[in-house]
């Protein structure tokens, strides 16, 4: 694809159920991100990949969150038991490798209620 | 955790005036960037800076570094109606690390 596609745009779930929200990286790029950005704040480092392995989770709030990218492509990001708090925008970017320029996609709204 | 803070934090401005935005940081850095976002959706890559660069041009945009000072400025010149957005500076570590987000600086052009 031209860019990096997130799906869903929009998530609303129940406290307590278990989301997976899906990155598609532009073709190539070896490195992969995941950051959460609460209302009125910036980007936060949650997670990234060096093709098939997490290079750094350090970002990552707790084990309820969870991240894999298996063939070095396609990622998921894994929420287990939702909370309220686990409501932000979820970004996820890629690079043709790490601390170059970043390409974002549109991003998934997580609402859990 | 953020590693830049951007400042100011809101700025408002006229259509055609020049819109400058700081940004601090704590560690050392192999490059530094410049990103904006509209309406909280994806970010878009406006420059990047590497460490032994002290400035850089792109069209209307002009990116300084010091690192000696660990901060940077972007400077936006004649600015425009659409450039109404939230710019953010990200840091990339010196060894290979991650891109670490500041806070923003939500810039507001009055046409």
């Known amino acids: 694809g031209a860019g990096v596609s997130q799906t869903p745009s929009n998530k609303v779930t129940e406290k307590g159920k278990y989301v997976e929200l899906r990155c598609d990286p532009i073709?190539?790029?070896?490195?992969l991100y995941w950051y959460r950005q609460s209302l009125g704040q910036g980007p936060e480092f949650l997670i990234y990949?060096?093709?098939?392995?997490?290079?750094?989770d350090s970002g990552l709030p707790n084990d309820r969150f969870f991240a894999v990218r298996p063939e070095g492509s396609v990622s998921t990001l894994k929420i287990q038991r939702t909370e309220r708090g686990d409501s932000a925008m979820y970004l996820c970017?890629?690079?043709?490798?790490?601390?170059?320029?970043?390409?974002f996609g549109q991003g998934t709204r997580l609402t859990v209620v | 955790s953020q590693q830049g803070e951007e400042d100011p934090q809101a700025l408002s401005i006229q259509e055609g005036e020049n819109a400058t935005m700081n940004c601090s940081y704590k560690t050392s850095i192999n490059n530094l960037q410049w990103y904006r976002q509209n309406s909280g959706r994806g970010l878009v890559h406006l420059i990047l800076?590497?460490?032994?660069?002290r400035e850089k041009h792109s069209g209307r945009l002009r990116v300084t570094l010091d690192t000696s000072k660990k901060s940077s400025s972007l400077l936006i010149t004649a600015s425009r109606a659409a450039d109404t957005a939230s710019y953010f500076c990200a840091t990339g570590g010196s060894s290979g690390d991650k891109l670490t987000f500041g806070t923003g600086t939500r810039l507001a052009v009055r046409p």
């Open positions: 990949f060096q093709g098939t392995g997490a290079a750094d």
């Open positions: 800076i590497r460490s032994n660069e």
């Open positions: 073709s190539g790029h070896t490195a």
């Open positions: 970017a890629s690079s043709t490798q790490v601390n170059t320029e970043a390409f």
